[in-house]
């Protein structure tokens, strides 16, 4: 099969309060487009399974997991508290929720390097690439993309995977993992100034780090079709990928709340092709897209049903 889609009805149990913009209604607006547009059926879709907490560990302190797994445990049932590490809604159900949401994104790697798929879409929740190795913030637990990329490094001896990040906020917790790491490589397209406040320019890493804050005034779609187009594809030249991984987050979608980027469907569309022929040039095709941010119901449905035709 080209493409999968991994999701789980589970994934609506983490609560994170009323009139909170993560909501559960963000995967069931992309489920019914999907649906509707024939776009995920019961041959295409396959449920996740829940990562173990050594998988979390491949990235995140042990430490911080047991304190999400006892901050979850005390939190009320609507999802009206915060982690204490920053910005991030629980209740008790979020722990739990958060490993499915890594796992699926291992099942989703594991499909791709078992030759059981060519790409995988990760229709999961909560996100996941603001989350550090010590604190969870920006609606995210655990990050699930830097955990499948390690774990694809680990289980199937992939020396280099390749991260791009178009949500419209810095994936600083991705950065934060792989800045060290040089069998690791990170671009992300931002809008700055916004939340977090960091992926300036010259926050390299070792080099494997290529940042492209956005301002106010600017052309988003111009910047971020260029960022794509030229630097990723040039720099993919020397890396040369085993694996491609996308942080999806459709945020960046004209008339989202959280964000001022002007892309369309069709860029999204335009987007995904660009990174799938990086992954058909070195890495045999193999893609794991992972759902991030996007907070228009409407606008993130149709984004993602976009994405999802052109993996196909």
């Given amino acids: 099969m080209n493409t999968i889609l991994i999701t789980n009805k589970r994934y609506a149990n983490h609560l994170t309060g009323p009139g909170h913009p993560e909501s559960p209604r963000r995967l069931a607006a992309i489920m019914q487009k999907l649906q509707s547009e024939g776009l995920m059926t019961e041959e295409n879709t396959r449920p996740p399974r829940k990562a173990t907490v050594d998988e979390i560990a491949l990235c995140h302190d042990v430490e911080y997991v047991a304190l999400v797994k006892r901050e979850c445990e005390g939190s009320l049932e609507d999802g009206s508290m915060q982690l204490s590490t920053g910005d991030a809604q629980i209740c008790p159900a979020s722990y739990e929720t958060a490993l499915w949401s890594a796992g699926g994104v291992l099942e989703g790697v594991d499909a791709v390097m078992e030759g059981r798929a060519k790409n995988a879409f990760c229709i999961i929740r909560p996100p996941g690439h603001h989350a550090s190795r010590s604190a969870g913030e920006g609606f995210c637990l655990f990050n699930n993309i830097a955990i499948g990329a390690r774990y694809a490094q680990e289980k199937y001896d992939v020396e280099r995977v390749a991260i791009v990040d178009w949500d419209v906020h810095h994936g600083n917790g991705t950065q934060n993992i792989f800045e060290r790491d040089p069998t690791a490589y990170y671009l992300s397209t931002h809008q700055t100034p916004s939340y977090p406040g960091t992926g300036m320019a010259e926050e390299t890493g070792v080099g494997n780090i290529r ?25 993919m030249e020397l890396f040369r990928p085993e694996l491609v ?53 409407e606008g993130l449905a149709k984004a993602a049903a976009a994405h999802v035709k052109a993996l196909y």
């Fill in 245 to 297: 991984m996308i942080s999806a987050g459709f945020d960046g979608r004209e008339g989202d709340p959280l964000g001022f980027f002007n892309l369309t469907d069709a860029d999204f569309a335009e987007l995904t092709k660009i990174v799938m022929k990086v992954a058909e040039q070195y890495a045999h095709g193999r893609l794991i897209s992972i759902l991030e941010g996007g907070y228009n119901l």
């Fill in 211 to 235: 940042n492209f804050p956005i301002t106010y005034g600017s052309n988003p779609r111009k910047e971020v079709l260029h960022a794509f187009c030229e630097t990723f594809v040039e720099d």
